[in-house]
């Protein structure tokens, strides 16, 4: 079956960067875009960042511009998140998505930026 499992988050400074992963199993990796979106408290799911399957297309939130960047190694069945420049509204359960004829998400992972 499909999994997604997040890794790589946690407390961070503002101004500090974070690099998330998502290890992806139970279907063809390298044929599939994916996202990540994140969460934060009390606020409806965003999206954060897309890629295209061969990774040669990407797509941020204007937030996000400039600070994120979305990267894929198909060889490794993961996509990653880097984040720069973080801020404490980047504070969020971050989580990677795909579709494959329905909505998969993982299990998220939190990322707090506070001094």
């Known amino acids: 079956q499909v999994q997604l499992v997040e890794s790589g988050g946690g407390l961070v400074q503002p101004g500090g960067s974070l690099r998330l992963s998502c290890a992806a199993s139970g279907f063809t990796f390298r044929n599939y875009a994916m996202s990540w979106y994140r969460q934060a408290p009390g606020k409806e799911r965003e999206l954060v960042a897309s890629?295209?399957?061969?990774?040669?297309?990407?797509n941020y939130a204007d937030s996000m511009k400039g600070r994120f960047t979305i990267s894929r190694d198909n060889a490794k069945n993961t996509v990653y998140l880097q984040m720069n420049s973080l801020k404490p509204e980047d504070t969020a359960v971050y989580y990677c998505y795909a579709r494959i004829f329905v909505r998969y998400w993982g299990q998220g992972t939190q990322v707090t930026v506070s001094s």
């Open positions: 890629i295209t399957s061969t990774g040669d297309s990407t």
